[in-house]
């Protein structure tokens, strides 16, 4: 007898937590749509039917627990419409929270009853709140005030629910159109996951937006770098490779492309590369005046030299080609007198010591050409005043002095 009252009285006591938390739902929907809403309430009483083991797996709990935070945010959004002051955080940040939720209430809503029937109360609610999320601009302009102040997760956090939102499974495919807005948003997310230090995520936001024909030259540049610090050198070769494909023009890849080759030791590969994309664009002076560097390192000089040229050739202000083509013949001279040094004929002697000082003659042209195209340039200044003083040419390293 006393077993069989046990049993009653444990029955009683599940029942009355079962009413209990089933109160508490009822009781976070009404605290939340009352004329004046009690939020705080609200959330503690459906917080714990969500944490009660007789509700938590009922979609009505996490409908409600969607519904309550809806509710928050619609409170905001409304006196934004009114002009009104708002609080941003909580209009944005709950619109983010309703969608967890409600992820939930639609997987629990679209199992089958104790019949083996899927009855769904929820699910086509859940879907016109998740479409006017998507389009009523709120997610978006919540996530750019994050990225205004630094809050890098955050704006990660809101963009991925606007994004993940079309392909919710409520809605069919291309139901929801993923336009340029999507894409756009799409592109600043991985922007944001960069700013926030997460390597992982942003190679995967990056690599989503390769075909999207969005920001692509960018997207190529961001995933390099993304690899580069993960030190994943055969990924950020493969798309260094991908890019310079894609935009031949553009010396971002191929100085990178070439920096990898020089860096690891293979000039011969560079300049492959290099006389690939001059083959490509003969008329980007920069490639040329690369092509001059590296045929410089392989003692090419009458190479370098034209190449240099060519460089100048089509960019005629280009100061760099200048000065590389004098230091070219500056060096050549510094390399002939270090030679001269271990020479005891003097006769032989002087003449090396005349034929480099032909040579630093030769350079003084470029280097004050170099120095006038750019005179704000500090390097290009100490060179030129280096071959005067080299050439004893007093006054005008002087004059130089006084600029």
């Not at 899927?118 to 302009?141: E, H, N, W």
């Not at 079309?166 to 809605?171: G, M």
């Not at 002087?350 to 195209?373: H, R, T």
């Amino acid at each position: 007898m006393k077993k069989l009252f046990l049993s009653v009285m444990l029955i009683a006591g599940f029942t009355c937590s079962a009413f209990a938390q089933k109160a508490n739902v009822t009781k976070a929907k009404r605290d939340a749509t009352a004329d004046t809403p009690d939020f705080k309430s609200a959330v503690a009483a459906i917080e714990a039917a969500l944490a009660d083991p007789t509700t938590k797996d009922l979609a009505e709990t996490w409908y409600t627990a969607g519904y309550v935070y809806n509710e928050m945010n619609s409170k905001e959004y409304k006196k934004e419409l009114l002009k009104q002051p708002f609080d941003q955080e909580v209009a944005g940040s709950s619109i983010v929270k309703a969608f967890s939720y409600f992820q939930k209430a639609y997987d629990f809503d679209q199992k089958p009853n104790e019949k083996g029937k899927v009855k769904p109360q929820f699910s086509k609610d859940i879907k016109a709140l998740l479409q006017t999320y998507y389009t009523d601009g709120q997610l978006i302009r919540y996530g750019s005030n994050l990225f205004d102040k630094k809050d890098f997760a955050g704006v990660v956090k809101a963009f991925d629910t606007y994004l993940a939102i079309p392909d919710f499974p409520a809605f069919k495919a291309n139901e929801l159109k993923k336009d340029s807005t999507y894409k756009m948003v799409k592109y600043y997310a991985a922007i944001a996951s960069i700013n926030a230090g997460d390597t992982v995520g942003s190679i995967k936001r990056l690599e989503s937006l390769m075909n999207d024909n969005y920001e692509t030259k960018n997207v190529y540049e961001l995933l390099y770098q993304q690899y580069f610090a993960k030190k994943d050198t055969v990924k950020y070769m493969t798309i260094l490779k991908e890019g310079f494909d894609k935009y031949p023009a553009e010396p971002f890849f191929l100085q990178n492309l070439i920096n990898n080759f020089i860096y690891s030791g293979k000039n011969k590969e560079a300049l492959e590369y290099l006389n690939q994309a001059i083959a490509k664009e003969p008329n980007v002076a920069q490639y040329h005046f690369v092509s001059g560097r590296l045929k410089e390192e392989s003692k090419d000089y009458d190479g370098a030299k034209a190449a240099f040229e060519k460089a100048i050739q089509l960019k005629p202000d280009y100061a760099e080609a200048e000065n590389a083509i004098a230091r070219m013949y500056y060096n050549k001279a510094a390399a002939i007198l270090q030679e001269a040094n271990d020479i005891k004929d003097m006769a032989l002697v002087k003449k090396k010591q005349d034929e480099a000082q032909s040579l630093f003659k030769e350079s003084l042209p470029y280097f004050k050409k170099a120095y006038e195209m750019n005179p704000k340039d500090a390097e290009l200044k100490g060179d030129l005043k280096r071959i005067y003083y080299r050439l004893q040419m007093n006054a005008e390293y002087e004059a130089l002095n006084k600029e």
